[in-house]
C-alpha cells in the first residue's frame, strides 16, 4: 500500500508473490518495471502514472482484477505477457472523465484475459 508516494528514482517489483497491491496518487517518475511477480487479490493504481520513463509490466499474473483510474501515463506503457484472471480495464472506460491517458501510447502483447473491462 503506497499512498501518495512519488519515486524519483526507477522502481524494480519483480519475481515476488504479493496479497494485495493498492497505488493510490502513486507517480513513478522515473518509471516502474513490475515484472514476473504474482498478486493474489485485486490491484488497484488510481490517479497514478505520470511517469517520464518506461511504465513496464510484463510476465505477471493477476488473480484478482486489475484497476486503473484516472491514470495519465507521460512516457510509454509496455504491458505485455500478463496473465489476468480477471481482466483489468486499462483499456476500458472509454469516453468517460477517468479512461487513462497514454501521452506516448501503449505496446501491450501476449496477454491473456481482457484489458478492456469497464
Known amino acids: 500500500d503506497l499512498p501518495a508516494t512519488t519515486f524519483h528514482a526507477e522502481v524494480i517489483i519483480q519475481d515476488c508473490i504479493i ?3 493498492t497505488l493510490p496518487y502513486c ?5 516502474l518495471k513490475f515484472t514476473n511477480n504474482t498478486i493474489l487479490q485485486e ?3 488510481e490517479a497514478g502514472g505520470h511517469n517520464q520513463k518506461a511504465f513496464i509490466m510484463k510476465g505477471n499474473i493477476f ?3 486489475l484497476n486503473f483510474f484516472d491514470c495519465q501515463f507521460g512516457e510509454t506503457v509496455y504491458f505485455s ?3 489476468l484472471l480477471k481482466g483489468c480495464n486499462l483499456l476500458g ?6 479512461e487513462i491517458i497514454f ?6 502483447k501476449g496477454n491473456v484475459g481482457r484489458l478492456d473491462l469497464e
Open 27 to 31: 507517480w513513478f517518475e522515473a518509471g
Open 103 to 108: 501521452d506516448n501510447g501503449i505496446i501491450q
Open 81 to 83: 505477457n500478463n496473465t
Open 43 to 45: 490491484t488497484n493504481f
Open 93 to 98: 472506460n472509454k469516453g468517460e472523465g477517468y
Open 63 to 65: 488473480h484478482g482484477f
Open 19 to 21: 496479497k494485495k497491491v
